[in-house]
């Protein structure tokens, strides 16, 4: 499965624990969107990333290519999806197009996760986005998408 990361699972470690089979594809950009925290994670009691359409603007984020069946269910599971549940999903996972830095002219179909937004969500903890600023440098995201990252540190 192609999966496109652009909140905590940008972070190499984190997603080696929740999926030991992911490789890394490429660095890559979601077009028309914007990074938003909608959604409160029960298990880190803080606001969780989410992308919301934005005409315009761009999420940036880590393509894995997740080789094992059992590493996605891990990953749904740490998303609160799971296909046909009753209750509500935490997250839908869904399909985009991406824009990868390894085919500039031609979008990539990816995986990923959008929240079932909440009213009223605690912002994001600075554990949480620094996350996302280690995962960003480490893959090497834009500089000017990680300054954007960091600048959410001093926010919240």
């Not at 997603?15 to 028309?32: E, G, I, N, Q």
């Not at 298990?43 to 997740?66: F, M, Q, T």
């Not at 990539?108 to 960003?136: E, K």
């Amino acid at each position: 499965m192609l999966y496109f990361a652009y909140g905590s699972n940008m972070h190499p470690q984190q997603m080696r624990r929740r999926c030991p089979s992911y490789r890394f594809v490429s660095t890559a950009k979601l077009a028309d969107y914007k990074l938003a925290f909608t959604r409160r994670s029960p298990r880190r009691r803080c606001g969780v990333a989410d992308v919301i359409p934005s005409p315009g603007d761009e999420v940036w984020g880590v393509l894995y290519h997740l080789i094992s069946k059992r590493d996605v269910v891990a990953l749904d599971k740490a998303e609160g999806f799971k296909l046909g549940r009753r209750r509500v999903n935490g997250y839908d996972r869904t399909r985009r197009n991406v824009w990868s830095l390894l085919s500039p002219h031609k979008p990539l179909n990816a995986h990923l996760y959008i929240a079932r937004q909440q009213h009223n969500p605690p912002p994001p903890s600075a554990h949480y986005v620094g996350l996302m600023v280690s995962g960003a440098a480490h893959w090497e995201v834009p500089k000017h998408y990680q300054q954007a990252l960091e600048g959410l540190l001093e926010r919240y």
